[in-house]
């Protein structure tokens, strides 16, 4: 389509003459007849863009006894309160809770990577050379070396680490908010960690997402598009001319800014295409996906190829740059005239998707998704995408957009719209159960949880699509998931070199005649959650306690029949302690966000 034509087309000549479509075929499998004035070949006449969105039947997820406001923000905007996070929360100085959100949000917004000591005590220990974390700090230059590595093994201990680290920083950062907004970023930004280069450039795709993630989404954009890493998952380091390739540009345009439904035209004439309230194209279609990719030719990563160095860095290799011999470059309200600016035919490009009001509501809407409810209020999203769109030249943008947000009615009242992943439930289970996991690889007992996230379908960086792992709540509500996150979670508990979970219930509760199977479940519900679960839930734990042997009533103390003074690993006291957190932490209540 573009590099056979002898001639400049216009961008409706270019789409009449019927070139490849892509995956326009799975647009949508409903027929319309076309208008007799459309330009459209006959043989597209049935596609249709997805516009609206199908809506899909699910039944209500609200849970009729939500927890206190506390609870519900650290399962939000955190990975769930460690014991004292929640009476640590309700103690600052705010008149009431949205006040107290707003001076929590105060200090999550502006990490500082210096106070974050807990975690940052744990990384130093392991980061010299041999070590479980040596790779983290390497430069780009660096790690690009390691990527080339003959030794398969040396190649993905960038990514290893990485993913390890992540599941560390959830766990262990005082940063919650920052955590849980580099899980939805690496998402939208996904890559797949376990092909080249990405799993030796992990740690700097890392810092790239890290370091613009509170500023500018035209930034975060740009730095991404430098990335070798993405530009080698999405294909457009071998993206030339006069044999383009689509991928990048596709994948920019559907899920990185103006989103693949309300902003998606489908196989029309662009000049067809309305503009919106902010008088812009309202949206793209896929003669706009291919005229990106033209612009794309040429921008790519020097990788030795074409007699390039072979370090990894950004290469724009204008020989291999469209020519304009067929004529502009037109993407929605761009037009790059002949000749051309070389790299800037992108950058101009990416900077006007990024402040595109339709990237605004598309943005807006995945992170009201992901903070709120699978299905967000429309008076939200809009919001939302009025401050992202307002603030675009702000340094602060997104700052402006999260705490928008995070302090809207919607946020601060709406609780079990959401469920949690399994890497999400586990590492809540971690922080609540206050386990001392320095979660590395060459550690036994965090080696074992870690692997066993696999099972789980829910694994760092190992997400293969482009689209990131779901966040629809349908999509881990399966057995599947539950079963293995369950299996997880309980041989996490098991690990009785990094936790007692009998001492910890011994502390709490220092006299043995006060350590019945009901001030047991009221214990550890609260030192857990920060709330008690609802009667019926915290009855099956007790339940479980009393069905067991020896065991007397509910309100009478475990001893004599169970020795609450033997701590011990393999202890009946510990494995019943054990069995009852388990059932605490894997609740339905606990699962909800």
Known sequence: LMSNAGSRLSRRQLLATGGALGAAGLLSSSLVQASEETSIPERFSSLRPLRPAPVLATSEAVDPTPPPFAARVLNKAAYGPRPGDVAAFDSLPGEDDAARLGLWLDEQLYPDDSQDTDLNNRVSLYTAPGLAYDMIDKTPAELWQVARDEDYGTRLRPVWQMERLTLLRAAYSKWQLREVLYDFWFNHFNIYGREFPAYGMMPEYDRQIRSNMFGKFEDMLLANAYSASMLYYLDNYANTWPNPNENY???????HTLGAVENYYGAIDPGDVDTNIKSERAGYTEID?????????GWGVADGRSDAVDTGEFLFRSNQHYNFSQGDIEVMDITIASPGG????????LTYLARHYGTARYIAWKLCKRLVEDDPDEALVTSTAEMFYANRDDPEQMRKVYRHVLESADFQSKWGRKVKRPVEIVISALRAADMDFTIRRDHGPSNNVVNRLDDTSHYPFYYAAPTGYPDDRSQWQGSGPLIQTWRTVTRMLRESTEVNLADQTNTEIPVAADRTP???????????????????????VVNFITGLPNVAGADQALDPGVDTSDTGATSTYQRIIMGAVGLILMSPTAMRR
Do not use: H
Not at 249 to 255: D, G, H, S
Not at 289 to 297: E, I, P
Not at 342 to 349: A, K, P, R, W, Y
């Open 342 to 349: 070389g790299e800037s035919d992108v950058t101009d490009i």
């Open 289 to 297: 996906v291919f005229q990106l990719a033209r612009a794309l030719t």
């Open 249 to 255: 540009a596709r994948e920019v345009m559907e899920l």
């Open 518 to 540: 009901e001030n047991i479940v009221g214990m550890w519900m609260n030192r857990a959650l920060g709330y008690t679960l609802s009667p019926d839930q915290a009855q099956t």
